[in-house]
């Protein structure tokens, strides 16, 4: 069964530290999401990819955080400087299409990011 | 502003017994329902999906109730079983757009 792969699995970092994480989407799925879970929340939406082009990224901390998805494929995004704030499970999703039909989104296993 | 609520963080059900999770909404515009069952450090496993023209979808033990005029969704899972202990989500977009998700529900199915 194709699944969503994500890594690292789990980072520890100093605040002020880059950390970066990569997604890879099931294949043939045009839409990407990151999310961030803190404990006790339920996911929130970061940014959302349609193909290689940003859709949605109003979440986005956009002082400290970015991502990309240069190719349409596998994805990165990247915070800089980490913030103790930060500390949290980053979660990547996929879709099959995403923008024009309701669709499911199948979630990796997430990395989470300690900050100290 | 929480636009999908959770307002029970803790359930607790004999195995062989009906779990009944609930989960509220305020936006109208709705109309795609997820539920997701999550365990410790792990990511959100997709369980059952409803669009907003139907008021039931059944999937094994699985059952998911959309009351459109309530703003009220509910997942019945029966009979419940120790396997099913997890954090449940649900989560509801307008298609195309993002899904807002609840805080989660952990349910705990004893033995």
């Known amino acids: 069964e194709a699944e969503v792969a994500q890594s690292p699995r789990y980072k520890i970092t100093e605040k002020s530290q880059a950390v970066a994480f990569w997604c890879d989407p099931i294949s043939g799925h045009a839409t990407l999401y990151w999310y961030r879970q803190i404990l006790g929340q339920g996911p929130e939406l970061l940014v959302q990819?349609?193909?290689?082009?940003?859709?949605?990224d109003s979440q986005l901390p956009k002082d400290r955080f970015s991502a990309e998805r240069l190719k349409g494929v596998d994805s990165t995004l990247k915070i800089q400087p980490a913030e103790l704030g930060d500390s949290a499970m980053y979660l990547c999703?996929?879709?099959?299409?995403?923008?024009?039909?309701?669709?499911?989104?199948?979630f990796g296993p997430g990395t989470r990011l300690t900050v100290l | 502003d929480q636009q999908v609520k959770q307002n029970s963080p803790s359930l607790s059900v004999q195995e062989g017994r009906i779990s009944i999770l609930n989960c509220d909404y305020t936006n109208s515009m709705f109309d795609y329902f997820l539920w997701y069952k999550k365990y410790p450090a792990e990511g959100p496993t997709f369980l059952i999906s409803i669009s907003s023209i139907k008021d039931k979808n059944e999937d094994g033990r699985f059952t998911v109730f959309l009351n459109k005029s309530a703003k009220h969704l509910s997942l019945h899972i029966v009979p419940s079983q120790p396997g099913d202990s997890a954090v449940y989500f649900c989560?509801?977009?307008?298609?195309?757009?993002?899904?807002?998700f609840g805080t989660g529900t952990s349910l705990t199915v004893i033995p």
């Open positions: 999703a996929s879709s099959h299409r995403g923008l024009i039909t309701a669709d499911t989104q199948y």
């Open positions: 990819f349609q193909d290689e082009s940003v859709v949605d």
């Open positions: 989560a509801a977009s307008v298609t195309g757009n993002q899904f807002y």
